[in-house]
Structure formats: C-alpha cells, structure tokens
C-alpha cells in the first residue's frame, strides 16, 4: 500500500510530556498538511509544507508545537508540554501541486492523542 | 474567508432509504467542494469533488451530491442507504491562496442507518 501512513496510530501519554508523531506521505506528493481533530469537530487545519519548506502556520499552532519535514519527505509533529488540550486526532494529508486548488489531498489514519 | 455550515450533527435513515445529508458553504472566490467519509478511528476518504466541471458529481459507493452557486450548497445524497454507509460524512471547502490549497471543514454529520 502507498497511501500515507502516521505513527504511531495511537499514543497516551502524562501531562507535562513531549509527544512526537511521524507521517509518511505518498511519495510523489510534494505537499504535506497537518490537522487536528477534536470530538464531534472537523478537522481544524495546523500547517503546511511544500517540499521541505513550512509555508503557513494556524494561530491554533503554539508555540509548544513544531513540525518539520528536513528532506521534503516524511515530516515530523512535536508537541512539548503536553497539555490535557491537546488531546484529540492528528490526521496528516498529502497532495501534488497543481494548476487551481482542486488537487485531492489524500489522508493518513491519524494518531490519536490522549493526555491524562 | 471561507466556511462550511453542515446541518445536522445526527442524521437516521432506514435501510434502503434516501440519504441526505445538508451543506452550505460561504467563499469569496469560486470554490472547489469536497465530502469526505471517516469511518471510526480512521482518516478521510474522499468520497467525490466538484472541481467547476459538471455541477452534479458523481463519486463512490453511489453517492452523488449537485453544486447549487444561487443556493451556496453542495448537498450529499444517495438513494438507498446500506448498513456499511452508517459513518461520519464532512464537507469541505477549498481555495488556492498563493499557491496554497486551503481547505476548511465543517463539522460533520453522523450517518446512522437502521436495520
């Protein structure tokens, strides 16, 4: 299978921890997103890269929050401190650029986060 | 700006019977449309796209929805519902910003089929 694959699918951890999660997007796409999912909600969108360069940030990304994606492949979602907040699903997507904004971004089965 | 508005968080339908599932969206620029499927503890699927081509989109497992610009709706239907349709279904809105694809969702509705 090539879609796009996160690790871990599931982490629990303590307050106070630092969590990070792994996505693997298909491998021709060259963009990459990072939402985050909480109960009865859409996905709320986090960032951005473009090969390996982040290009737009959410308001909804701390400052306890970064992501990287060093070879403009896999990327990487650090969260420091975790907060009982930041429970919720992290979904990773990718897409190939493109003429308009109609190009399909594929998603991964999302890590979930609990904080106790 | 840009906002998706889905309305109804729960909706029932009998076996075999149509599925409707609402959408309302808001854009300032000409928008391109999309429902997703989730089914529990997993990511989206895409279930069909208007991309400006066809105002009636057909995509997998038999759902179709009809782009509606003088109504700013993209309504979901189907019509006749299967046990396996029984998921949660999110509309989402997109527009290219500076190159960037921004997509926004709303907040889904729970599909809940009975036997």
């Known amino acids: 299978d090539t879609g796009v694959s996160q690790d871990p699918r599931h982490k629990i951890t303590k307050r106070g921890q630092n969590v990070t999660f792994r996505c693997d997007p298909i491998?021709?796409?060259?963009?990459l997103y990072w939402y985050r999912q909480t109960l009865g909600q859409g996905p709320e969108f986090l960032t951005y890269f473009q090969n390996e360069a982040q290009l737009e940030k959410s308001r909804l990304l701390s400052d306890r929050f970064s992501a990287e994606r060093p070879k403009g492949s896999f990327s990487t979602l650090e969260i420091q401190r975790t907060e009982q907040g930041d429970s919720a699903m992290y979904l990773c997507a990718s897409s190939l650029s493109g003429a308009g904004g109609n190009n399909e971004q594929f998603f991964g089965p999302g890590t979930r986060l609990t904080v106790l | 700006a840009q906002s998706v508005t889905q309305l109804g968080s729960h909706v029932s339908v009998s076996e075999g019977a149509l599925v409707l599932l609402r959408c309302n969206y808001s854009?300032?620029?000409?928008?391109?449309l999309f429902w997703y499927v989730q089914y529990p503890n997993q990511g989206l699927q895409l279930l069909l796209k208007y991309t400006s081509a066809a105002t009636l989109v057909k995509g997998i497992n038999g759902f179709e929805a009809e782009f509606k610009k003088s109504e700013t709706s993209f309504h979901l239907t189907k019509p006749s519902a299967h046990m396996s349709d029984a998921a949660e279904y999110f509309c989402?809105?997109?527009?290219?910003?500076?190159?960037?694809?921004?997509?926004?969702f709303g907040t889904g509705t729970k599909l809940q089929v009975i036997p």
């Open positions: 491998s021709e796409h060259n963009r």
């Open positions: 854009s300032s620029v000409p928008p391109y």
């Open positions: 989402a809105v997109s527009t290219s910003s500076g190159g960037y694809q921004k997509v926004t």
